[in-house]
């Protein structure tokens, strides 16, 4: 296409601005958008240099200032609105300090110490049921018992752990 062609294409849009604004606002349904495509059309007509001509001048500066649109609705939905920012804003921050993982740690040896004072046969049950999610009926099998007798060593370390922790907590009132 030659130059003055183009500057057809400018002095078009610049005619007709008003009738592509309203268009494009009946398209888009915002008279802002509308205008901001209109004036990216016109500042992308300066920019480009095509090789072929336009047959319908009033169509191409039409779909190019929609393209324009459509292209900015999607940069701009992957930014948060402002009222979503405000939002997370008021989310409070879950992550633990520097003490709070201390002391989760802590908990864990102490945990890992009260799981050593079991026996072992109610250790391992305990261990698998617990973390391994293994069936009951599986570690009746697996350890040659019965299945009453998976429940009442799983019942025997739950509550070890509990006095445990009945222990820690009292041992930590008296201290506060």
């Known amino acids: 296409m030659s130059d003055s062609s183009w500057a057809g294409l400018r002095e078009r849009l610049l005619d007709r601005y008003d009738d592509f604004v309203r268009r494009l606002t009946r398209r888009l349904g915002s008279a802002d958008l509308a205008r901001e495509a209109v004036h990216e059309t016109f500042l992308r007509l300066q920019r480009t240099d095509p ?10 500066l039409f779909r190019t200032a929609i393209n324009i649109a459509k292209n900015r609705r ?21 992550t633990p300090d520097p003490a709070q993982i201390a002391e989760g740690r802590s908990e864990i040896a102490q945990l890992i110490r009260v799981l050593a004072e079991m026996p072992p046969r109610r250790r391992a049950i305990f261990e698998a049921s617990w973390g391994d999610n293994v069936p009951h009926a599986t570690l009746a099998t697996t350890h040659g018992v019965h ?18 922790w009945k222990e820690k907590d009292h041992s930590q009132r008296r201290e506060s």
Do not use: C, M, W
Request: no cysteine; net charge negative.
């Open 74 to 94: 999607k940069v701009e939905g992957r930014y948060l609105t402002f009222s979503e920012a405000e939002a997370l804003i008021g989310i409070p921050d879950d």
């Open 147 to 164: 299945l009453r007798t998976i429940q009442r060593e799983l019942e025997l370390a739950t509550e070890h752990i509990r006095r445990f």
């Open 51 to 60: 090789t072929e001509p336009v047959r319908n001048l009033d169509a191409y």
